[in-house]
Structures are given as C-alpha cells and as structure tokens.
C-alpha cells in the first residue's frame, strides 16, 4: 500500500502521524519526524511502508518512530525506532541491522585548530598509517581464541585491561562499552573467524575517521559541562562490529526464519523482519549473541582511538596532549530499558536501527556530569560536511523512547551517487575546500559523496525543533580518512 | 541458461537473476555476488584450486536455500580472502544439497558486503518460463 502525504496526519511543523486504523495489521500508530518538503522526499521510497510493518509487530509499545534522516532499508527502515514489550515482545535482529553497534565517537583535543593547521597533513597520513581500512583489510591485532571470547564479554573494559586505554575512557562510552548478557557460546565459529583480525579497523562503505574542529557553539553551559570550546580540535570514530557483527545478525536470521511462523505462529510482510519472542531460547540466544557483537564494536571503537591516540603522539612529538573521550553511541542495537507508557515505568526492548540512544537529564544510566544536562548525541554529517553535538532531552524520553537521528541519512543510491560525481572530482573539492583526504579508492570516495546524503543542517534542526534532542555544537571536517 | 544484472537500491545493491532452472539460478547468483565482491577474479587464469570448500544444504523452501548459499559463500569468502568459484552440486542424498566449490586466494575485496538479505525474497516464474528472483545485498 503506497501512502500519500495527505493520508499523513500533521502534529506540529515537524512531526507527522499514520493512525494505528490506516492498516488493519499495525498494532500502534507511526509517527516522522521530517518538515513538510523533507517528507514528500521520504514518501518517494519504501521508507513509511516499512516503517507500518514495524508497527505492526508482535509486542509493540505505543508507537513506531521514523527520524528525519530515515530511508528505505530492508524489513526496518534505516533510522527506525520500535519499542516492544519485555520479556514476551519480539526481538527482531533486522530491527538492528547487520552492522551491529555500528557507532561513533568523539575524541577531544585541547587544541585549538590555529595551533595545529600546519599538522593536520601529517595527522591525517598519520591515522590512515595508524587505522587499517579499507575493504578486507586486517588489523596489528589477532585475537586468540580465549581471547576473542574475553572480548565479546567484555568489550572496551578488555581492551582498557590490556593497555588500549584508561579507565576513565568507560565511563563516557554508551553502557560503559560492555553490553551485559553477552554470552560467546551463542556466536558461531565463523563469526568469531570472521572478527579475528578486525579489531582496530574502520572497513570500508560509510565508515570513517574524521579530524573536526568546532565551528560553533549553540549552548554554552552544555557545551562547558561536555568539555567543548569554539575553534577545538576533535576526532570522530564511526565503524561498527565488522565481519562478526554481520555474521551474528546473519546465523540468527537464518534460524528464526525457520521457526518464526512454525513454533510461534508469527507472520511478517518481509522475511528480513523476522523476529521470535524475547523470552524464546532462540531469542534469548539472539541477545546475547548480539551483546557479543556490540561489545565487539566497542573494543573495537576503543582500539581504533588508541591509534588516533598513537598518531597525535607521533605528530605532535608528544605536545598534544590527551585526547579525551566526549561519548560513544551505538547507532544500531537492542536495549533493555525502563520507559514510561501511558503513565507506567514499563521494561521494554527497544530496537534502534539507525538511530540513536539520547537519554534526557535525570536518566540513571548517565555519569553524574551528564546526568545534570543529558546525554551527549554525535550525529556525523557526510563526508565534507558539518557534524553536530546534541544533547537528549526529557521530551526524548516521554516521545521517542530517549532516541534521535543518526546522521544525514542516505538520498541518492550508490551507483546514482558515482554517475553523478567522480572520486577525483571529489578529491580534489575537499582539497580545495581546505580538507585533507586520504581513502582506499576513488570509487569508494564517490560513493559517501555529500551529493547523496540529506542535508545534516536540516536533519538537525528538525530533531532540535521537535525538541527531541538540543543542539550544542557544529563541527567541520579538516581531515578524512576512509576505506 | 543463467544471467544476472544490477538494479538501482538507495543504499544497498539489488541483484536480478534469471535461469533456466534452480541450480542454475544458483550458479547465476554466485557470478553477481562474486561480480560485486572482486570483478573478473573467476575470470583470470590463475589456478582456481587454492581452496575446496564442501557446503550442506537441507532441503527446504528454495528462495531460502538460495540466501543460506550465497550467505555461506560469503563467510567462505571473508574467512579464507578468497573468491568461489564453479560450484559443483554433487549429491541430493538425504535431502541436502552438497555443494563443492573451488576458491582462490585474493590479495583484497572490491565491495565489502555485509550479507545477503531475505528481504522481498521470492523466486517466480516469469514469463518465458524461467526462474526469476531479486536478492538484496547489504553492503
């Protein structure tokens, strides 16, 4: 069933409602968060239709979300959110995508940009030396067998254990890097054999490392308490769990696909939403196996900051100072949290498939220093362009389970986007736009072009208009380093 | 009889394939994933026997024995850096598919694919009476 903008039902400037009666099968409404042009781009593509499929999932909690950066994905939409209830809801591993925990972090310098223009060169020949990328390209670091299962375990505190980093690092990593319930015993033996060596690598497609500096501050008592200032110098991480994660999801899709409908009578509109019951063994088995790849990405993120870290050093002779952690989110995951539905704390699961955690002041989860303010959001822009920090908000909390947008969010498909600009080209703009590049090819280059991704300034300034999330600071790349 | 070609997707890469019957359709889905994954490797001259690999199937709905295929050719792929090619299908004993494919090593991929998805899975038959499906790769 194609929708049209008009069977959408407007509830402010920014956000728009399906009715829960529009289809007969979906259980809760849906509801985007776009403007009215960014919408009539949205309902172009499968996005929506998607989006009341997800709505119509054993278990769902009050409302199915759509962010402004929303595309059409495969079973959910990229930039989906979807709450169901916990332990008897479903738990759906396409509701978190392949990229388990693909996530982003910031790093902060003490540096103004002034003071190390001249450096950004070598410190971005540096990292693209330090951080393997690329595609199937490997890391310094290959893991045991016992070690591999430490990892998954543990995620970032293994490799803080082991020397990649303080423990400080944890507390500003989203559940502390270490998802709790992992359990290695429910990641198959490829997995593990395809995660091996891949530890402190970006890999290719959307996945970078990006020097930034701090082009403006919107909020100046949060931007304090999150320890930014204008003209900063920052680095951003974005990569996720790698070959583990995709094979996690993979082993997982394949056994429920068998059993979904057969021993639990659940039927879906698109296999790649398949889904069994939290509190099933398949299920049960599905999380831990996915806490597994979440951690995973997490030492994985921590790795990769210890070899920014090793190339500042280097760089820098040593004067650079620290680069400290401003926060690490997951974009793609599953969480049991408390929320409150229709006036009741209630445990739910809740699914963010390109989207991402944005807890409110007061949240327990948070430090103390967050907890006063709320949790700091990155949403990188593509490549070339700005980038943001929010913070969450308590309306987050009551409306979007504490989730926001991810990113700017694709437009323009791959083949569409190197029919329309050349590597080179591009290279050769960033340059002349005072950004160093260094990337594994030209074709990949062409690919993440800004040309086909949404405007992030926009995206922003809707999830900022909702109140969903405040702006605090806009970053612009000085360097890129990509697979 | 076996053909494959790339259509548009806005973040990932959808894959057409048409053949004149199922082993075929398989064979057809294997030259566009390994098409996307290293142009041309299953091409050169190289010798094709770096690495033999034996793939199970169990017989069950056939849109779902094509994914679980392409998905362990995949994990193949990633394990041991190589590209499979010439797939063998030996025996239909027990209901399962044996399959035995040849691999050669490559010194790196050209597309990183994450997996192959179910989604919009089906196979048909299309006008010309041959088997028809779309298969979406996360990439």
């Not at chain 1, 951003?236 to 409908?261: A, N, W």
């Not at chain 2, 548009?8 to 030259?31: I, N």
């Not at chain 2, 035995?100 to 597309?111: A, L, P, R, T, Y």
């Amino acid at each position: 069933m194609k929708l049209s903008k008009k069977e959408l039902k407007k509830i402010s400037d920014v956000s728009w409602e399906i009715p829960k009666g529009f289809s007969e099968f979906m259980k809760v409404p849906a509801r985007i968060y776009a403007t009215s042009d960014a919408l009539e781009d949205i309902l172009k593509d499968q996005s929506l239709e998607q989006l009341m499929n997800v709505a119509a999932l054993p278990g769902i909690e009050k409302v199915a979300l759509a962010m402004p950066d929303v595309h059409e994905g495969y079973g959910f939409p990229i930039g989906g959110v979807a709450a169901t209830s916990y332990p008897d809801g479903v738990i759906s591993p396409g509701g978190i995508g392949f990229d388990i925990n693909c996530g982003i972090r910031l790093l902060k310098s003490s540096k103004h940009i002034d003071k190390i223009k001249d450096y950004i060169e070598n410190l971005t020949q540096e990292i693209y030396r330090q951080v393997p990328s690329g595609v199937g390209r490997g890391g310094a670091l290959r893991l045991k067998t016992k070690e591999m299962d430490h990892v998954l375990e543990q995620g970032a505190s293994w490799m803080v254990k082991h020397g990649y980093g303080q423990p400080e690092d944890l507390d500003d990593i989203e559940s502390k890097g270490q998802l709790l319930g992992a359990n290695p015993r429910c990641v198959s033996l490829h997995a593990k054999q395809r995660g091996q060596d891949q530890l402190g690598t970006i890999g290719a497609g959307n996945h970078f490392v990006e020097i930034d500096s701090v082009d403006q501050i919107y909020n100046e008592e949060v931007a304090r308490v999150f320890g930014l200032f204008s003209g900063q110098l920052v680095f951003l991480i974005h990569t996720g769990s790698r070959g583990l994660g995709h094979q996690v999801c993979t082993d997982y899709l394949r056994e429920m696909v068998r059993v979904m409908k057969p021993r639990y009578g659940i039927d879906v509109p698109d296999r790649q939403l398949v889904c069994v019951p939290f509190s099933s063994q398949e299920g049960k088995n599905y999380f831990s196996a996915m806490a597994c790849a979440a951690n995973f990405a997490w030492a994985n993120r921590q790795m990769i900051t210890w070899e920014v870290r090793e190339a500042w050093q280097t760089v820098l002779k040593g004067n650079g100072g620290d680069l400290a952690i401003l926060y690490d989110v997951a974009h793609n995951i599953a969480k049991v949290e408390e929320h409150e539905i229709e006036g009741q704390k209630k445990k739910v699961i809740v699914h963010r498939k390109g989207a991402t955690r944005a807890f409110g002041p007061g949240h327990p989860e948070l430090k103390e220093t967050f907890r006063k303010v709320g949790q700091p959001i990155i949403i990188p822009g593509s490549m070339g362009t700005a980038s943001y920090v929010l913070v969450g908000t308590t309306q987050a909390m009551e409306e979007t389970f504490g989730s926001c947008c991810h990113g700017a969010g694709r437009r323009m498909s791959r083949r569409q986007a190197k029919r329309e600009v050349t590597g080179s080209k591009l290279y050769d703009e960033l340059r002349k736009k005072g950004i160093s590049v260094q990337a594994g090819s030209m074709r990949g280059l062409a690919e993440e072009a800004p040309l086909a991704y949404k405007d992030v300034d926009q995206v922003v300034r809707v999830v900022h208009q909702a109140g969903i999330a405040k702006k605090v600071a806009r970053l612009v790349p000085v360097g890129v380093i990509k697979g | 009889m076996r053909k494959y070609q790339f259509l548009p997707h806005m973040a990932d890469v959808k894959l057409k394939v048409t053949a004149s019957d199922f082993l075929e359709l398989l064979r057809g889905a294997l030259e566009g994933m390994n098409a996307l994954i290293k142009k041309d490797a299953c091409k050169t001259n190289e010798s094709p026997r770096e690495v033999i690999k034996k793939i199970n199937l169990p017989a069950q709905e056939k849109s779902l024995m094509l994914i679980d295929f392409l998905n362990e050719v995949l994990t193949l792929s990633q394990i041991h850096h190589a590209i499979f090619c010439r797939p063998q299908f030996k025996t239909l004993k027990n209901r399962t598919l044996t399959i035995q494919i040849w691999g050669k090593k490559v010194s790196g991929f050209d597309e990183d694919i994450k997996a192959v998805t179910y989604h919009d899975l089906n196979i048909i038959k299309n006008k010309q009476g041959l088997l028809e499906t779309l298969v979406v790769f996360d990439i």
